[in-house]
C-alpha cells in the first residue's frame, strides 16, 4: 500500500493531484485543515492537509506514466486516425474512442493542475513582495533615515522569496543592531554625562545611581559641573540627599581633580555637566576642556529620541568634538517613531547602553536589548 500526504489549498486541487499521482483507485484517509510550519506560517492561510492511499504500488502513477503514452498517442495519432476509421470495426473502434476521450480528459486534467501550481507559485512571490513593501511602508511612518531603507530594500526587496519574509527582515534588522547594543562592559569608574540642554542628563543620573546602589550594591558619588543653570545643583542635591550619597560642586579643573579624589572610595563615580547646544562649538570644547583632566572614564551622549533625525545626525557629529562611548536614548515614552534607535547606528558607531522611558526615578531607565530594540523598530509588521 502507497500512502501520501498532500498539502493543497481545496478539494479540487487534492482531487486532481492524487488521481494524478496515485490513480483512479486511490482512496482518501483523512483530511484536516492546518497552518503550516515556522514564524512564516503565522503569516499564511491554513492548508488542507489530505492523506491519500492506493493498494497497490503498480496502480499508482498512472498519469505519469500515461504522460509519456500521451505524447506517443498524440504523434501516432494523425497517422493512425486514417487507419482507424478504414480498418477499425465495432468493439475496436468503439474502445479506440474510449481511450482517446480517457487520455484528452487526463490532459485536460494535467493542463488544470499545471495552470493552477503556476499561479500559486507567482501569488507567494507577490505575498513577499507585499510584505516587503509594508515593512518599507512602516520604517518611512517611524522616520528611519532614507538610506536606511534604501539598503533594506535592496537587500530584501530583491532576495529570492524565500529571504524576503519575516523571518529574514527580522534577521537583516538583528545584524544592524547588534552593532547599536553596548556589548562591552562599562566597567570605567567615572561616568560623565553629556549632551543637548533639557534631554535628561540629570534625571538619568539620579536614575542610574539609584539603580547601581541598589541592585548591584555599589557605594555612588556624584559630582556636578553645571554652574551654569540656576537651580541645577539644588535638582541634584535634592536626589543624592534622598540616596543618601556624596555629591562635589565643581567650577575648575583643580576642583575636579580634588572631587574625584574625595570620591575615591566609591565603586561609580557620575559626573554631570551643563546642558551644551551642539551648534556651540566654544562651550562644547570648554566641557572638553574640563573632562580631559579625568582618566579612565566613560562620556555618555544623552540624547532625547523624538530629536528629529537630521538634528540627531549634527548632535553626534558635533559631540564628536568632546568625545563619547555610548549613547543613552532619553524620553522613549515622548515619541511613537521609533526610528532613530536605528539611524543612530548610521550617524554614529557608538552604541546605546539605556533608554529612558519617563520622569519616574529610579524606574524609568532600562538596559537595552537587542530584542528590545527590535520590538520597538518592528512592532506593527511582525504579527
Ligand atoms: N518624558 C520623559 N521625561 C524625562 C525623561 N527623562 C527626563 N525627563 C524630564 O525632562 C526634564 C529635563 O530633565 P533634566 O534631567 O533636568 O535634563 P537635563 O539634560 O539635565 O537638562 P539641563 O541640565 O538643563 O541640560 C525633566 O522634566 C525630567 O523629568 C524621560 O525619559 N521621559
Ligand atoms: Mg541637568
Same mark, same amino acid.
Given at each position: 500500500?502507497?500512502? @501520501?500526504?498532500?498539502?493543497?489549498?481545496?478539494?479540487?486541487?487534492?482531487?486532481?493531484?492524487?488521481?494524478?499521482?496515485?490513480?483512479?483507485?486511490?482512496?482518501?484517509?483523512?483530511?484536516?485543515?492546518?497552518?503550516?510550519?515556522?514564524?512564516?506560517?503565522?503569516?499564511?492561510?491554513?492548508?488542507?492537509?489530505?492523506?491519500a492511499?492506493?493498494?497497490n504500488?503498480?496502480?499508482?502513477?498512472p498519469?505519469?506514466?500515461?504522460?509519456? %503514452?500521451?505524447?506517443?498517442?498524440?504523434?501516432?495519432?494523425?497517422? #493512425? &486516425?486514417?487507419q482507424?476509421?478504414?480498418?477499425?470495426?465495432?468493439?475496436? $473502434? %468503439? &474502445?479506440?474512442?474510449?481511450?482517446?476521450?480517457?487520455?484528452?480528459?487526463?490532459?485536460?486534467?494535467?493542463?488544470?493542475?499545471?495552470?493552477m501550481?503556476?499561479?500559486?507559485?507567482?501569488?507567494?512571490?507577490?505575498?513577499? &513582495?507585499?510584505?516587503?513593501?509594508?515593512?518599507?511602508?512602516?520604517?518611512?511612518?517611524?522616520?528611519?533615515?532614507?538610506?536606511i531603507?534604501?539598503?533594506?530594500?535592496?537587500?530584501?526587496?530583491? $532576495?529570492?522569496?524565500?529571504?524576503?519574509?519575516?523571518?529574514?527582515?527580522?534577521?537583516?534588522?538583528?545584524?544592524?543592531?547588534?552593532?547599536?547594543?553596548?556589548?562591552?562592559?562599562?566597567?570605567?569608574k567615572?561616568?560623565?554625562?553629556? *549632551?543637548?540642554?533639557?534631554?535628561?542628563?540629570?534625571?538619568?543620573?539620579?536614575?542610574?545611581?539609584?539603580?547601581?546602589?541598589?541592585?548591584?550594591?555599589?557605594?555612588v558619588?556624584?559630582i556636578?559641573?553645571?554652574?551654569?543653570?540656576?537651580?541645577?545643583?539644588?535638582?541634584?542635591?535634592?536626589?543624592?540627599?534622598?540616596?543618601?550619597?556624596?555629591l #562635589?560642586?565643581?567650577y575648575?579643573?583643580?576642583?575636579?581633580i580634588?572631587?574625584?579624589?574625595?570620591?575615591?572610595?566609591?565603586?561609580?563615580?557620575?559626573?554631570?555637566?551643563?546642558?551644551?547646544?551642539?551648534?556651540?562649538?566654544?562651550?562644547?570644547?570648554?566641557?572638553?576642556?574640563?573632562?580631559?583632566?579625568?582618566?579612565?572614564?566613560?562620556?555618555?551622549?544623552?540624547?532625547?529620541?523624538?530629536?528629529? @533625525?537630521?538634528?540627531? %545626525? $549634527?548632535?553626534?557629529?558635533?559631540?564628536?568634538?568632546?568625545?563619547?562611548?555610548?549613547i543613552?536614548?532619553? %524620553?522613549?515614552?515622548e515619541?511613537?517613531?521609533? *526610528?532613530?534607535?536605528?539611524n543612530?547606528?548610521?550617524?554614529?558607531? @557608538?552604541?546605546?547602553?539605556?533608554?529612558?522611558?519617563?520622569?519616574?526615578?529610579?524606574?524609568?531607565?532600562?538596559?537595552?536589548?537587542?530584542?528590545?530594540?527590535?520590538?520597538?523598530?518592528?512592532?506593527?509588521?511582525?504579527?
Amino acid at each position: 500500500m502507497v500512502i @501520501k500526504r498532500y498539502l493543497v489549498n481545496n478539494m479540487t486541487e487534492a482531487m486532481t493531484r492524487i488521481r494524478y499521482e496515485l490513480g483512479s483507485n486511490a482512496v482518501i484517509v483523512s483530511t484536516r485543515r492546518i497552518r503550516q510550519r515556522g514564524i512564516l506560517g503565522l503569516f499564511k492561510p491554513q492548508v488542507l492537509e489530505v492523506t491519500a492511499a492506493v493498494e497497490n504500488r503498480q496502480d499508482t502513477g498512472p498519469a505519469l506514466s500515461n504522460a509519456g %503514452k500521451i505524447m506517443n498517442a498524440g504523434d501516432s495519432q494523425t497517422a #493512425e &486516425k486514417g487507419q482507424t476509421a478504414a480498418g477499425l470495426q465495432g468493439d475496436e $473502434a %468503439k &474502445k479506440a474512442d474510449e481511450t482517446e476521450s480517457r487520455l484528452e480528459k487526463e490532459l485536460k486534467e494535467l493542463k488544470q493542475l499545471v495552470t493552477m501550481l503556476i499561479s500559486q507559485a507567482g501569488q507567494t512571490g507577490e505575498a513577499s &513582495k507585499d510584505y516587503i513593501e509594508r515593512v518599507i511602508n512602516h520604517l518611512r511612518d517611524m522616520d528611519v533615515d532614507e538610506e536606511i531603507i534604501e539598503g533594506f530594500s535592496v537587500e530584501c526587496g530583491n $532576495a529570492p522569496e524565500a529571504n524576503a519574509g519575516p523571518e529574514a527582515v527580522t534577521r537583516y534588522f538583528e545584524n544592524i543592531l547588534s552593532n547599536c547594543i553596548a556589548s562591552r562592559s562599562m566597567n570605567e569608574k567615572v561616568w560623565a554625562l553629556i *549632551g543637548p540642554t533639557g534631554v535628561g542628563k540629570t534625571t538619568t543620573i539620579a536614575k542610574i545611581a539609584a539603580q547601581e546602589m541598589l541592585y548591584n550594591k555599589k557605594s555612588v558619588g556624584l559630582i556636578t559641573l553645571d554652574t551654569y543653570r540656576i537651580g541645577a545643583v539644588e535638582q541634584l542635591r535634592t536626589y543624592a540627599g534622598i540616596l543618601n550619597i556624596p555629591l #562635589e560642586i565643581v567650577y575648575t579643573k583643580a576642583d575636579l581633580i580634588n572631587a574625584l579624589e574625595k570620591l575615591g572610595h566609591c565603586d561609580l563615580i557620575m559626573i554631570d555637566s551643563t546642558g551644551r547646544s551642539s551648534l556651540n562649538r566654544d562651550q562644547l570644547l570648554e566641557t572638553r576642556d574640563l573632562l580631559d583632566v579625568v582618566e579612565d572614564k566613560r562620556n555618555i551622549l544623552a540624547v532625547s529620541a523624538a530629536t528629529r @533625525k537630521n538634528d540627531l %545626525k $549634527a548632535i553626534v557629529q558635533n559631540y564628536e568634538a568632546i568625545g563619547f562611548d555610548s549613547i543613552i536614548l532619553t %524620553k522613549m515614552d515622548e515619541t511613537q517613531y521609533y *526610528g532613530n534607535i536605528i539611524n543612530i547606528s548610521k550617524y554614529s558607531d @557608538k552604541p546605546i547602553c539605556y533608554i529612558t522611558t519617563g520622569q519616574v526615578v529610579p524606574d524609568d531607565i532600562r538596559e537595552v536589548t537587542r530584542e528590545d530594540l527590535l520590538d520597538y523598530i518592528l512592532t506593527g509588521v511582525r504579527t
